[in-house]
């Protein structure tokens, strides 16, 4: 089995400089996360390292990665590669680099959620949302929320995302809209 050195060290050689200072980001966020919420620090780890590993693969590779590993696709994930690359991002996780089950599920939904999720699903969901690297109006009262209220956090993270590919006239994902909704109804 790969080190964590050795995950971090081909995670980042798929990426610009950028990316690889927001993937150490989330790979913190996802551990510091981890510890204040009891879920498993390692798995948190390599789910933050490989998140984004197939971010630079064009939509061509990303679709011929799902169909290499049966990767069912709806119409909007065909024709949007921002959607793709969580789902070959899993795929490499699970089937190139050897991780488990639940990395491959936290890397899979990190880019929209989904209703009724894991634990490690919502950490990385939010690691990736608010990691140190990222600034945007409210990052900082969406960390604050992430230590205190997890799925507070999540719908905040969830409604901003979902305002924002509104204005930017981006059509919503499913598993977007599902995962607001699940929390709107099931939030305590
Ligand atoms: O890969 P990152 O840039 O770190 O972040 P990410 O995996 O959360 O991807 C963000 C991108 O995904 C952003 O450009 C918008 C897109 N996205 C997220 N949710 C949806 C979406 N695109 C569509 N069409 N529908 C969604 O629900
Ligand atoms: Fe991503
Ligand atoms: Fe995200
Ligand atoms: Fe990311």
């Known amino acids: 089995r790969l080190t964590d050195g050795q995950l971090r060290a081909c995670s980042y050689s798929m990426m610009k400089a950028k990316r690889i200072a927001h993937v150490g980001g989330v790979e913190e966020e996802a551990v510091r996360l ?3 919420w009891g ?3 390692e798995l948190a780890r390599r789910a933050g390292i490989l998140h984004d590993c197939t971010k630079y693969y064009s939509l061509e590779q990303q679709l011929q990665i799902c ?7 709806d119409d909007l994930e065909r024709v949007s ?9 899993a795929a490499l996780a699970r089937h190139v680099f050897g991780q488990p089950d639940e990395v491959y599920w936290a890397i899979y939904y990190h880019t929209t959620g989904k209703a009724d999720m894991t634990l490690l699903e919502k950490l990385v969901y939010l690691a990736d949302y608010m990691e140190p690297n990222r600034d945007f109006p409210g990052v900082e009262e969406l960390r604050k929320l992430c230590y205190e209220d997890l799925d507070a956090a999540l719908l905040m993270g969830l409604e901003m995302s979902i305002d ?5 006239g981006v059509p919503i994902h499913r598993n977007t ?7 709107l109804e099931h939030r305590k």
């Open 34 to 36: 981890a510890r204040r």
């Open 39 to 41: 879920a498993d620090e």
């Open 67 to 73: 169909e290499e590993y049966g990767i069912v696709l």
């Open 81 to 89: 590669v921002k959607l793709l690359h969580s789902k070959t991002g």
């Open 164 to 168: 924002d590919l509104n204005e930017r």
């Open 177 to 183: 809209q599902g995962a607001r909704d699940w929390l």
